[in-house]
């Protein structure tokens, strides 16, 4: 079913769409790191913690996702789908295995821990529609099988909310340990 669900996308595919579809793969990297470091520096000049909180959050989200897919990466070692499918139209080369797809996943690294720090219609509903076309894009170009892709959204958005249940464990140790002065 794998292979069939990537031929209905890859094969007949509008190629037309091609160099958009590599502009989209192609934003993961500028706007996944990007966006933590603006909002650092943003809350670096506007002296918000609050605000460089949640870019090392998005940060920390990031690493996570990157680490964990690399690792699945060099575990189950994959081979892309043109590889295997002489059949699949491969628009871009990629030297890495294929599962899980770590564009996706750190796309949706990005936009889950976005959405959980400002968790309105006008952050979540742009950073999905980013995370899942950028997801769409790794098939449309041949590069990942549809499990590949389902895979990096469930680690990405995983370690967004592992990074958030871990920051909230390693704050409320800290705050136990704030001795009390008024007692």
Not at 129 to 152: E, F, I, N, Q
Request: hydrophobic residues 40%; aromatic residues 10%; charged residues 20%.
């Amino acid at each position: 079913m794998d292979i069939d669900i990537l031929k209905d996308i890859n094969i007949n595919r509008n190629t037309n769409l091609d160099p958009f579809m590599k502009g989209v793969s192609s934003s993961v990297v500028p706007i996944s790191v990007g966006a933590p470091i603006v909002m650092y520096a943003v809350g670096l000049i506007e002296k918000d913690s609050v605000t460089k909180q949640k870019a090392i959050f998005l940060g920390e989200t990031l690493g996570a996702s990157v680490f964990i897919s690399l690792a699945l990466k060099s575990i189950v070692k994959r081979d892309r789908p043109y590889e295997t499918y002489p059949e699949i139209d491969n628009v871009t080369e990629e030297s890495s295995y294929s599962f899980p797809s770590a564009h996706t996943s750190s796309a949706f690294a990005t936009a889950t821990s976005l959405s959980m720090e400002y968790p309105k219609w006008y952050v979540i509903a742009p950073s999905f529609l980013w995370a899942g076309t950028v997801g769409y894009s790794r098939m449309h170009l041949g590069v990942h099988y549809p499990s590949d892709v389902l895979a990096g959204a469930i680690v990405g958005s995983g370690s967004a909310y592992l990074c958030y249940k871990l920051n909230q464990w390693i704050n409320k140790k800290k705050i136990r340990k704030v001795p009390v002065l008024w007692e």
